[in-house]
Nanobody
Framework: QLVESGGGLVQPGGSLRLSCAASGFTLDGYAIGWFRQAPGKEREGVSYIALKAYYADSVKGRFTISKDNAKNTVYLEINSLKPEDTAVYYC????????????????????WGKGTLVTVSS
């Protein structure tokens, strides 16, 4: 099970830290991805972490992904928030195998959280 938290209403230029807590399995051996879905748009992957981190071009320099193995939790630090960052943010986990792609695609994710809403508005 994956549970996201940390979303909320924030003004443009503000910051948030989203958390993705895993239970029932350990994050070791999984790639964790953060996806977001804005109203009327498709879900898009914005950042992933396994042995290294990956960021979509749209978030590079503003988003930072990290993992705390002791807490079995992945974080997404979001800075310089823009109205276009408004979306439901989901975390997902993909079991790493020798054939895993990087970053893993949407259909390669094995577990999904229910999402946390981030609203950027003044």
């Amino acid at each position: 099970q994956l549970v996201e938290s940390g979303g909320g209403l924030v003004q443009p230029g503000g910051s948030l830290r989203l958390s993705c807590a895993a239970s029932g399995f350990t994050l070791d051996g999984y790639a964790i991805g953060w996806f977001r879905q804005a109203p009327g748009k498709e879900r898009e992957g914005v950042s992933y972490i396994a042995l290294k981190a990956y960021y979509a071009d749209s978030v590079k320099g503003r988003f930072t992904i990290s993992k705390d193995n002791a807490k079995n939790t992945v974080y997404l630090e979001i800075n310089s928030l823009k109205p276009e960052d408004t979306a439901v943010y989901y975390c997902a986990a993909s079991r790493l195998t020798s054939g895993s792609s990087w970053p893993p695609g949407y259909y390669e994710m094995d577990y999904w959280g229910k999402g946390t809403l981030v609203t950027v508005s003044s």
